[in-house]
């Protein structure tokens, strides 16, 4: 009798621990997913940091924990958005009307907040940079897409005027400020997308027929690797 009520209190025991239990493992895998994603962001932030040439190791932590801090405050405000927009979805069976009207309303609450930090942002970063270096950091958060596009419409199109070529580059530079702030990577990408159909449009208004141009660049490509295999 003695050996089956220990048992029956292990039992009970074990029971009224186990809710306890959970908890301190769902806290304990919070805590360590918060401290990864701060890992992460950091370390994003310091290798756009290392791109910089900052001599001075004060300045380089001021510039990667500002980077670090926008990557935290952006995400905080896709989290609350999507959030919103999640809560206003599950609403459309009942009120298709409210739940267009909320969705609306909260991607226009979060395209506020981020353009207000957006600008809070920069005029953190041009206190510690030089502007060729704050490009230099618009670069990094955005994959380097704008460098790397803007010299792809340049060898596909030799013949570009400097107009042509000046309206491609505010097309995107436009591009990379909005990407700057989406929230993962495909996001940032269409946007960039989003940006080089209105190039597209404004080089084919201007007579170019960028099929063509696209088989043509495609070609010298494959002909200059052909001659340096040779």
Known sequence: MERIGRKMMVLVMLIISTPTMLWAQDVQTKEQK???YVK???DRAAKIVATLGLTNADASIRVRDIISQQYSDLNQIHEAKN???????????????KSEADIKQA???????M???????????????SASQVEMVKDGM???VLPITYKGYQEMLPNLTNEQKTQILAYLTEAREHAMDAESSEKKHAWFGKYK????NYLSAAGIDMKKAGLEWEQRIAAAKASKQN
């Not at 959030?83 to 009307?97: P, R, S």
Request: hydrophobic share 40%; glycine share 4%; no cysteine.
């Open 40 to 42: 992460m962001i950091t």
């Open 83 to 97: 959030l919103k927009l999640k809560v206003a979805k599950e609403i459309a069976k009942d009120d298709k009307v």
């Open 115 to 129: 353009d207000k930090l957006h600008g809070e942002y920069l005029k953190k970063l041009s206190k510690e940079l």
């Open 34 to 36: 918060d401290a990864n």
């Open 107 to 113: 991607e226009a609450e979060a395209n506020v907040a």
């Open 197 to 200: 159909g209105r190039i597209n």
């Open 142 to 144: 955005t994959y380097k």
